[in-house]
């Protein structure tokens, strides 16, 4: 499964953005897939997740209320919507699907990841 994210930009702290990740292949639709991010000088860390049907999620406690993870079967692509954007969530943004578990939570689960997306936040 070969993954491409898109979608970070620039914006300014109280806004909003949508990150897409598309996956290259209908099989993406039979797993779990989530989010990750990784800021300058700090290991990358779960952001949300959702399993194969879109019908269960977890987040990260950070982002708890103010992103949303969702996918569409149909289109091979799953999507965070996030909502009033602090500094703090400045980080390279990962799509990643597991194989092997019912949700993305660690870095162990996934399988595969996408290359990445920049979101900058400006105070």
């Known amino acids: 499964v070969q993954l491409q994210a898109f979608g970070g930009e620039l914006v300014q702290a109280g806004g909003s953005l949508r990150l897409a990740c598309a996956a290259s292949?209908?099989?993406?639709?039979?797993?779990?897939v989530g989010w990750f991010r990784q800021a300058p000088g700090k290991e990358r860390e779960f952001v949300a997740s959702t399993n194969w049907s879109g019908g269960s999620t977890l987040y990260a406690d950070s982002v708890k209320g103010r992103f949303t993870i969702s996918r569409d079967n149909t289109k091979n692509t799953i999507y965070l919507d996030m909502t009033r954007l602090k500094p703090d969530d400045t980080a390279v943004y990962y799509c990643?699907?597991?194989?092997?578990?019912?949700?993305?939570?660690?870095?162990?689960?996934?399988?595969?990841w996408g290359q990445g997306t920049q979101v900058t936040v400006s105070s």
């Open positions: 990643a699907v597991a194989l092997h578990s019912a949700m993305v939570i660690h870095i162990t689960d996934v399988d595969h």
């Open positions: 292949t209908s099989a993406f639709t039979a797993y779990a």
